[in-house]
């Protein structure tokens, strides 16, 4: 199955993106996603005076984020995607909903970031988690604002295992002759084995391990602590293509 978004309507494409970020662990109206979808981009934003959006499990953080799926338990369980910290329960529980889902194949975007010290951009993917082991995360990039200049960039990239015994944290942030302020194309090749790290269809690094289960897309702009306001908001991590060919929905 193949699937391109280029923003081009007038809203975001809600068959395909969730505009929250892990609800579940939160509510949907606290981690709503700040955005637009205008001049074929989607703009995710982090507005000034935005509130945390979830303050009793991830303190001074404040998120703008699409996701393709979601799953939880009941209020008060452990059920729920991304266990990103011990002693998480859910707080506002989630129909199951898997508006995409990716096995193997290409996932990349063209984007451009902020450089604001305090921001982080990030396409990630997560298990879907029907069965707790399928927990693994995929870092396609992640790009923290105070790692990007005018000559280079660092690009976080690789595999972080959480729940699944079969895989190892293979994680690194690579030095890439880029601005990332302006447009550039990320993304991996997926296959059974390995995964391929590209940016602008260069392999930067390559993981020999491999998820062999169904994950979901994420897609999102940080801010961490309680910073002075720097330069003028609202802060964007700007998306003018999302594209996944070869894979299963």
Not at 15 to 32: E, F, G, I, K
Not at 129 to 137: K, L
Request: charge should be negative.
């Amino acid at each position: 199955m193949d699937i391109e978004d280029r923003f081009e309507a007038a809203e975001l494409d809600r068959r395909l993106w969730l505009p929250y970020y892990l609800p579940q662990w939160s509510s949907r109206q606290a981690a709503s996603a700040r955005y637009s979808v205008d001049g074929g981009a989607l703009r995710l934003r982090i507005e000034e005076g935005q509130a945390e959006w979830c303050p009793e499990f991830d303190p001074g953080v404040r998120v703008s984020s699409v996701q393709t799926g979601v799953l939880s338990g009941p209020p008060g369980s452990t059920i729920g995607q991304h266990q990103f910290r011990t002693g998480l329960a859910v707080r506002e529980e989630q129909r199951a909903t898997a508006l995409f889902l990716a096995l193997h194949g290409r996932v990349e975007i063209r984007a451009r970031v902020t450089a604001d010290p305090n921001c982080m951009a990030a396409l990630w993917m997560i298990g879907y988690e029907d069965e707790p082991q399928r927990s693994a995360e995929i870092c396609v990039m992640e790009i923290f604002g105070r790692d990007v200049f005018s000559d280079h960039t660092l690009v976080g990239m690789g595999i972080h295992p959480f729940r699944d015994p079969d895989l190892n944290d293979d994680f690194t942030r690579e030095r890439v002759a880029i601005d990332a302020r302006e447009t550039h194309t990320y993304g991996i090749q997926w296959t059974e084995n390995a995964i391929a790290y590209l940016v602008d269809g260069r392999v930067i690094r390559d993981s020999r391990q491999s998820p062999g289960y169904p994950m979901q897309v994420m897609l999102g702009i940080y801010q961490f602590g309680n910073p002075q306001p720097t330069g003028s908001y609202p802060k964007e991590f700007v998306i003018e293509r999302f594209r996944a060919s070869g894979l299963r929905s």
